[in-house]
């Protein structure tokens, strides 16, 4: 089945103890992207993924990080983590021809909490 | 500027009501595509339409019609005899090509509320 996974679902830790959370696709996309979605701000992109190795900022990038070393996963690192990074967060991934088409997978989404 | 402008923040309405979600865009690009999302209480994004710039013919699914207006730069959603299961927050977004990449602009959603 042809799907996006973000792992964990759920997480709550504290202020300044790095966090992973990751994302892997099983449709050779190359083309992924990380949203977060906050009350009466909607979704707003983070960082996308081009191809292995070839990472850009998207529009709320401060205090994450991401890196691209497989065509599959798509981690987002929090270094260090503060309480405005409480948020639902989103995978997404594409493909070179369903960009064209503008379609997008989204993972089911991770709800963090930051104390 | 690319923006999506959802006024509505939260509707309530009683079972079998029809009720229409409001969506206006923003955009200077002549390609472009819109979308809707629903977003259910166990909150992954469920997709609901895709729509390019072109086509502006009006989109009906069962309960669900779509009404694309480029004049006046909308692209309302319109729900008829909503049900308890319809009971979700409502994304529009606006399809930008940004740095080799088609992100998504979304609006700030809409929580619908359907009471029985």
């Known amino acids: 089945e042809a799907q996006v996974t973000q792992n964990p679902r759920y997480l709550i830790t504290v202020t300044g103890k790095k966090l992973t959370v990751t994302c892997s696709q099983n449709m050779n996309h190359e083309y992924m992207s990380w949203y977060r979605q906050d009350p009466g701000l909607g979704l707003r992109q983070i960082y996308y993924s081009m191809n292995v190795e070839v990472t850009d900022k998207g529009d709320v990038p401060e205090g994450y990080k991401v890196s691209r070393k497989e065509k599959r996963n798509f981690p987002l690192i929090l270094e260090s983590p503060s309480p405005n990074q409480t948020s639902l967060y989103f995978c997404a991934s594409t493909s070179s021809l369903e960009l064209a088409k503008n379609i997008q997978y989204f993972g089911a989404g991770t709800r963090l909490s930051v104390l | 500027a690319q923006k999506v402008t959802q006024a509505q923040t939260e509707i309530s309405v009683v079972e079998k009501e029809d009720v229409t979600l409001d969506c206006v865009y923003e955009?200077?690009?002549?390609?472009?595509?819109l979308f809707w999302y629903k977003q259910p209480p166990s909150g992954e994004l469920v997709f609901l339409i895709r729509?390019?710039?072109?086509?502006?013919q009006n989109e009906i699914s069962g309960r669900y019609s779509w009404n694309f207006q480029k004049s006046t730069s909308s692209f309302n959603f319109t729900i008829t005899a909503s049900q308890v299961v319809d009971s979700a927050v409502y994304f529009c977004a606006l399809s930008v090509f940004s740095g080799g990449y088609n992100k998504l602009i979304f609006g700030a959603g809409t929580r619908l509320a359907v009471h029985p």
């Open positions: 955009t200077r690009d002549t390609t472009y595509y």
């Open positions: 729509r390019n710039s072109f086509d502006e």
